[in-house]
């Protein structure tokens, strides 16, 4: 009897430099202690935040430092708002003035090497008279900045997105989408969601992740001049041409091929996005239009109002032992899926998972009542009711394990478990 170990997940890593060589940016020459500022050794700093260049970087006169050391430019761990000059900059910058500037600060981090454009990356809490608050934090909540979980410390990333998906639910700021301005396509209803862990591995094959753009509408929508991009500074512009039919979607494909207006590569060669497991930090997808607007968005984990139409309404049975050897006879491992009750269930854009596998239910997997959908491990034709994950080798563990249907921000909608397996 076999029994299948789930491959490894990966991470990912955010591109630090070592403290000397982030003092010498700074600095302009070598690092040595009478021209560096303290921060650069320190996990903890204390200081005074005397300017302000935005909405995510401040600028302290840090304890410790000599008089002939410049305040030190800092960026705000753990958030990420519009670059100057663009929408909603401007209501960023404001923002962390009055939340920071004459302020005594607190400056923290996991790792005090971590840097952005040679800028030491830190957690910055001011002193109310009492105690030290989160700069970062209320920036979320008020939709000046999209989270950014994992850059240069993850300690902070659960309040953080629930920060920004409070917002997001609330529509503030970032998250109104005609803030800037109103159109093109203004009245278009659009959903983006991310596949964010991949049938295969994602670090050998990095277009198993990707993001899909639908429209519901009737009418095709371009996306000539729009972008998408994650927390980072990393756009990708759509091109001339770019569409997302009516009733259909686009996809933005993390690594590199060809292109067609309806499919796009960002051209990485490595994961863009964290595997979560609910209790971990995740990412997110943010689709800009030309003007500057979040037109439409993906969080995940859900963290916040986490819900999704189809929880408790859908049945699960887990065939692992296929008749025969199951190398051989991979069609033989299944799970099938059915209504819990008299009424129809559409599992279209729903993922299934077992052991680090995942399938992504197309367009039009639906299933009436008394009917039931059968997902086999290997491949094939599919149906509407047969479908097939499209692996070569067997998945699911003879001894026990579980096979889970959730919704793209992990929200779960089922789970079958068997053996030593438990949901």
């Known amino acids: 009897m076999r029994v299948l170990s789930r491959r490894p997940r990966r ?4 591109a630090a430099v070592g403290t000397l060589a982030a003092a010498a940016l700074l600095t302009g020459g070598g690092a040595d202690a009478a021209t560096t500022s303290v921060v650069w050794s320190k996990s903890v700093s204390y200081g005074t935040v005397v300017g302000i260049d935005d909405g ?7 304890d410790g430092d000599s008089s002939t050391i410049a305040p030190v430019h800092i960026r705000n761990a753990g958030i990420q708002t519009m670059e100057t000059g663009t929408c909603h900059a401007a209501q960023a910058t404001a923002a962390m003035t009055g939340l920071a500037k004459g302020k005594r600060v607190r400056l923290s981090i996991a790792d005090p090497s971590a840097t952005s454009v040679g800028r030491p990356i830190r957690y910055v809490d001011a002193w109310n008279g009492s105690a030290w608050v989160d700069t970062q934090l209320p920036m979320l909540k008020a939709g000046h900045a999209l989270p950014m979980p994992g850059f240069g410390d993850a300690t902070r990333w659960k309040p953080f997105e629930v920060g ?3 917002a997001a639910k609330a529509r503030v700021n970032l998250w109104d989408n005609d803030f800037c301005g109103y159109g093109p396509s203004q009245p278009t209803p659009l959903k983006v969601w991310i596949n964010w862990d991949g049938n295969l591995d994602e670090s050998v094959y990095p277009n198993q992740e990707w993001v899909r753009i639908l429209n519901t509408s009737a009418t095709p ?3 000539s001049g729009w972008s998408m991009r994650t ?4 756009s990708f512009f759509f091109p001339s041409g770019a569409v997302v039919p009516a009733g259909s979607m686009a996809t933005l ?3 590199s091929g060809t292109a067609t207006t309806t499919r796009f590569y960002w051209g990485w060669t490595k994961p863009k996005f964290a595997n979560t497991n ?3 930090r995740g990412g997110g997808a943010y689709l800009y239009d030309a003007q500057g607007d979040v037109r439409a968005w993906s969080m995940y984990p859900c963290v916040y109002a986490c819900s999704d139409p189809l929880a408790g309404k859908v049945k699960m049975t887990v065939r692992a032992d296929a008749p025969g050897t199951d190398a051989t006879n991979l069609n033989g491992e299944y799970a099938t899926f059915a209504p819990a009750g008299s009424y ?5 854009y729903k993922v299934a998972t077992a052991f680090g596998h995942t399938y992504e239910f197309p367009k039009g997997s639906y299933v009436k009542p008394g009917e039931f959908l059968v997902l086999r491990i290997g491949k094939g034709t599919s149906t509407r009711l047969t479908k097939y994950w499209g692996n070569t080798a067997p998945v699911l563990a003879n001894a026990g394990g579980t096979v889970v249907l959730r919704n793209p921000e992990n929200v779960r909608i089922a789970c079958k478990a068997w053996g030593t397996g438990s949901c």
């Open 11 to 14: 991470t990912l890593a955010v």
């Open 56 to 62: 995510d970087s401040v600028v302290v006169k840090v």
């Open 164 to 166: 920004a998906q409070q």
């Open 221 to 223: 929508m371009s996306l």
């Open 231 to 234: 927390s980072g500074q990393d």
């Open 253 to 255: 494909y993390v690594g």
């Open 278 to 280: 609910g209790s971990t």
């Open 344 to 348: 129809t269930v559409d599992l279209s």
